[in-house]
């Protein structure tokens, strides 16, 4: 009896109005995090504007095809085709060196190491080189491939790229695989499937659009990076001749075109860098896609 009537005096203090006092703390609070959301997309949405606002005006079929014109030329086509191919291609050199690295130390980390001291110390070492800056990570492929080939190339830029992918992929790979409910692999063992078996053919295939999201989203940092690549790949205004051959890269053309005194190169530089945006935003778009395919699934 005791307890009908507390519950039924509960639910009508659930159902009651708030005071004045509380309503109009709420409203200003939820006015106060309106306003301070407002202030924080700002800067985010004036430099897409800024970026549409000049980039589009250049924008057309011929900056896809043709190669950076001369300084000084106007009456020649002037393009980006080879900066967008030398990124594509170097984010693809990355993607090879690290993705499988990557995903197998997460899984390691996630299904076979644990909590063993071996792990720990692989999990505190890669948090490490997540957070290391872009230019140690040229600096380091610098030393390993450029000194070694004597030269700046496709392939000592892959390597400084991998390098800052490859912690990303393992951390999200691990996350991915410890969001798997722990009642599928003991489904999995009770059907008499070894570890490997569960590992492989149940939990990875579980965390698939998880650990696709964290490599689309490790693509996607890649593709924007330019100190790195300013050490590794250095630049051209050549087609890339070759895996071993300085070739240039959408940041780096950037960079270079956005200190140009030729008005050109600096309207280039705009449509590059509204490309640039448009890949990242669409590798992004893709990140969430798997990741809601990922929700739905589960």
Same mark, same amino acid.
């Given at each position: 009896?005791?307890?009908?009537?507390?519950?039924?005096?509960?639910?009508?203090?659930?159902?009651?109005?708030?005071?004045?006092?509380?309503?109009?703390?709420?409203?200003?609070?939820?006015?106060?995090?309106?306003?301070?959301?407002?202030?924080?997309?700002?800067?985010?949405?004036?430099?897409?504007?800024?970026?549409?606002?000049?980039?589009?005006?250049?924008?057309?079929?011929?900056?896809?095809?043709?190669?950076?014109?001369?300084?000084?030329?106007?009456?020649?086509?002037?393009?980006?085709?080879?900066?967008?191919?030398?990124?594509?291609?170097?984010?693809?050199?990355?993607?090879?060196?690290?993705?499988?690295?990557?995903?197998?130390?997460?899984?390691?980390?996630?299904?076979?190491?644990?909590?063993?001291?071996?792990?720990?110390?692989?999990?505190? !070492?890669? %948090? +490490?080189?997540?957070?290391?800056? $872009?230019?140690? *990570? =040229?600096? &380091? #492929?610098? @030393? !390993?491939? %450029? +000194?070694?080939?004597?030269?700046? $190339?496709?392939? *000592? =830029?892959? &390597? #400084?790229? @991998?390098?800052?992918?490859?912690?990303?992929?393992?951390?999200?790979?691990?996350?991915?695989?410890?969001?798997?409910?722990?009642?599928?692999?003991?489904?999995?063992?009770?059907?008499?499937?070894?570890?490997?078996?569960?590992?492989?053919?149940?939990?990875?295939?579980?965390?698939?659009?998880?650990?696709?999201?964290?490599?689309?989203?490790?693509?996607?940092?890649?593709?924007?990076?330019?100190?790195?690549?300013?050490?590794?790949?250095?630049?051209?205004?050549?087609?890339?001749?070759?895996?071993?051959?300085?070739?240039?890269?959408?940041?780096?053309?950037?960079?270079?075109?956005?200190?140009?005194?030729?008005?050109?190169?600096?309207?280039?530089?705009?449509?590059?860098?509204?490309?640039?945006?448009?890949?990242?935003?669409?590798?992004?778009?893709?990140?969430?896609?798997?990741?809601?395919?990922?929700?739905?699934?589960?």
């Amino acid at each position: 009896m005791a307890k009908s009537l507390l519950d039924k005096s509960l639910e009508t203090e659930l159902h009651q109005p708030l005071g004045v006092g509380r309503t109009l703390f709420s409203w200003g609070m939820t006015g106060i995090a309106f306003i301070l959301t407002g202030m924080a997309l700002l800067p985010l949405c004036s430099i897409l504007l800024e970026i549409l606002r000049q980039g589009i005006p250049n924008l057309g079929w011929e900056v896809f095809v043709s190669l950076p014109a001369p300084q000084g030329m106007t009456d020649v086509p002037n393009g980006f085709a080879n900066a967008l191919l030398g990124t594509i291609l170097m984010v693809g050199i990355a993607s090879l060196l690290s993705v499988p690295f990557g995903v197998m130390t997460g899984i390691f980390l996630s299904e076979f190491g644990k909590t063993s001291t071996i792990a720990s110390g692989i999990r505190f !070492i890669t %948090v +490490i080189l997540n957070s290391v800056p $872009s230019i140690i *990570a =040229g600096v &380091f #492929a610098y @030393a !390993i491939v %450029v +000194i070694t080939t004597h030269q700046f $190339s496709a392939v *000592a =830029g892959g &390597f #400084a790229l @991998a390098v800052l992918m490859l912690p990303m992929v393992a951390l999200t790979t691990e996350e991915a695989l410890k969001l798997v409910p722990t009642s599928m692999r003991l489904a999995s063992a009770s059907l008499g499937g070894n570890s490997f078996q569960t590992t492989f053919r149940i939990v990875v295939a579980s965390a698939l659009p998880g650990i696709t999201t964290g490599l689309l989203l490790a693509v996607a940092r890649a593709a924007g990076e330019t100190a790195p690549l300013l050490l590794t790949a250095l630049s051209s205004q050549k087609w890339p001749d070759g895996l071993f051959s300085p070739t240039a890269s959408m940041s780096v053309l950037i960079y270079n075109y956005a200190n140009s005194p030729y008005p050109e190169q600096i309207q280039l530089a705009w449509t590059a860098s509204l490309v640039l945006v448009g890949m990242v935003c669409i590798t992004s778009i893709l990140s969430r896609l798997f990741a809601r395919k990922r929700s739905l699934v589960r």
